[in-house]
């Protein structure tokens, strides 16, 4: 009879990378105005999770976030962010990221 043992590997270069992107937030946090925090609060306040974790927004929220982000993170993004899902899914996880910081959550 075989026992199965499952082993767990550390991804370390996921570890780095999330850690560069909160470094990166925790700048912006500092720049971040007061009316502009207030709009992003409001706005991703309305943004939730499903029961697996997934976010779930609609095209005018994340229409609506676009400012802000090229504002603060990269002014190079376009206005087309929804061509393959991913673009705008990155745009409301960092925004909801900043929120979470601002409000000083540290999730």
Do not use: H, W
């Not at 925790?26 to 499903?50: G, M, P």
């Not at 993004?77 to 991913?86: A, E």
């Amino acid at each position: 009879m075989v026992i199965p043992i499952y082993s767990k590997k550390l991804n370390i270069v996921k570890q780095k990378t999330d850690e560069k992107i909160m470094n990166n937030i925790q700048k912006v946090a500092e720049n971040v105005s007061l009316s502009d925090q207030l709009e992003i609060e409001k706005i991703t306040n309305q943004i939730n999770y499903d029961a697996r974790g997934n976010i779930q927004y609609s095209r005018n929220q994340a229409k609506n976030l676009l400012p802000y982000f090229q504002k603060y993170f990269d002014p190079n993004v376009s206005g087309s962010i929804f061509g393959c899902g991913g673009c705008a899914q990155r745009l409301v996880k960092t925004m909801k990221q900043l929120t979470n910081y601002l409000n000083g959550k540290t999730k």
